[in-house]
């Protein structure tokens, strides 16, 4: 199981955007993650008429390292690191270490 998956709300606590929240829209294996609205970056596209697209410079999410980012806690408003617990049921759930909450329901 991992500590970060698709849809987790995340702050960067490293690098340029540091402070800034998002989501994560892509985990690309093993230790890197594109997240929603931070580190944007201008790509220069040729047009390409098999695609119907158009050329030009576009604004695009890069790839962040997995260690630059940290869940975000949304009872405490901070980041937090994440870890895990068996249930009575024995299914493995994620919890938040500050305060012991499962992050999945």
Known sequence: MNRLKKGDSVIVIAGKD???K???LRIIEPDRLIVSNVNIAKKHVKPNPNKNENGGIIE???PLHISNVMM???IT????KIGFKSLEDGKKVRIYKS???VVDI
Do not use: L, T
């Open 18 to 20: 540091k402070g800034k």
């Open 77 to 80: 408003k901070k980041g937090d």
């Open 60 to 62: 695009r999410e890069m």
């Open 99 to 101: 305060n012991n909450e």
């Open 22 to 24: 998002g989501e994560i």
């Open 72 to 74: 975000f806690n949304p």
